[in-house]
Structure formats: C-alpha cells, structure tokens
C-alpha cells in the first residue's frame, strides 16, 4: 500500500501536500511525516499549525492499492449498533429499511455519509487469500473521527478528518495513521500497543446482546 497524496482544503484553496514533506504556507504551517517503525509498519502524522484562524473544509490522505475480487474489506461501524464485518468487493453496507428508517436513522452514519464504497470508521483491514492483511488504525481520535474509504474501482483507499468547517486557530494534530502488513492478531496487538491500551486481564468470551 502506498502514499499517493494528502490534500488539504481551507478556507477558498485547495492544495495538495507533499507526502512525508513539510509545507509552508502564508497562513499556516503543515508538520507531514512517515516513520518506519519496523519493515512491516508505518506511522504517518500530519498535523495543522495555523499563523492566522483558517476555516478547514476537507482533508484527505490517498493510498493506491491494487483491490482484487478475492479481497475481503473488514468495515467498522460508526458505533455498537451499525454493522462491523468483513465485506466482500462486490458487496455494499446494508441501508436501512424504510420502516426502521424513522427511528434508527440517527443512530448511524446515515445522514453524513454519502458514499457508495465500503467504508470504515477508526480502523480497517484488507485481506487476500493466505496473506497477511494490511491494516490501517488511527492512533489520533480525539481531534474528529477518522473515515477509510475503499474505493475498487480506482484502486484507491482514501482517508478523511472528519473536520467539515473547523475553524482552527492552534495547532491541530489531525492525522496519526498506523499502517501494517502482518498477521492479524499481530497487526491488532501492535495497534492496541500505540493505542496505550491496558491488556485484557479475562479470556474473550462470546455471547449475545
């Protein structure tokens, strides 16, 4: 999986950032880098230094991946009560029926994304047939959610603050992607790891709500 580019959207510019390179601007400053953490594992940050109060209306990063029909797309819902699975390439995420429209329409992602690809809040993976997956978590949550986009027939994953409209006038640690290709508990493990997360003291159990 690779890099392609970042775009940033503020105020009436639309710019696209170097990947891993700094920026300069009249009106801010942008820290852009990517680190290897081992040959398996990356971290990329990005983050906004504004000289004056900007107005950020989109920013995305955009990696190139050559998707197959094998493929399978794990896609975490936006929380507990929207689907989190693993997708096949020719599939797409359930809408809601009519009739549970009234009701469950706000408990989702429903009214904010229009996308007909699979996508995935906070964390995703992709995984081929005997292969480790590649996986992708934001490690940066606190600053607006994070929403991956897999789009197949671009061969594109892109990558998006949710941001729409902030008004910034300090520094704004946006971006803080780590990206693996590995087995998937190890890739999890590492995850949770970066995350600063306290291990489980009980065994997983498995059971219905």
Not at 29 to 52: A, C, G, M, T, Y
């Amino acid at each position: 999986m690779q890099l392609n580019k970042a775009t940033l959207h503020f105020n009436d510019q639309q710019i696209e950032l170097e990947a891993g390179k700094k920026s300069f601007l009249p009106e801010l400053f942008v820290d852009f880098s990517i680190e290897e953490l081992s040959k398996k594992e990356k971290r990329i940050r990005l983050s906004l230094h504004p000289k004056e109060e900007i107005t950020v209306k989109q920013l995305r990063l955009t990696f190139v991946f050559p998707y197959r029909t094998t493929h399978q797309v794990f896609c975490n819902g936006y929380q507990s009560w929207t689907e989190s699975r693993e997708f096949a390439a020719n599939e797409t995420i359930p809408s809601l029926h009519p009739l549970a429209k009234p009701l469950m329409r706000p408990y989702g992602d429903y009214d904010f994304v229009d996308s007909p690809s699979l996508h995935s809040w906070t964390y995703t993976y992709i995984r081929g047939e005997g292969k480790p997956i590649h996986f992708l978590g934001s490690l940066s949550e606190f600053t607006g959610f994070t929403l991956f986009n897999h789009q197949f027939s671009a061969n594109q994953l892109v990558v998006e603050k949710d941001c729409a409209n902030l008004k910034l006038g300090h520094s704004y640690p946006a971006f803080d992607i780590y990206l693996a290709e590995q087995e998937e508990n190890e890739a999890f493990s590492r995850y949770f790891e970066l995350l600063e997360l306290p291990k489980l003291k009980a065994k997983p159990i498995t059971g219905w709500t």
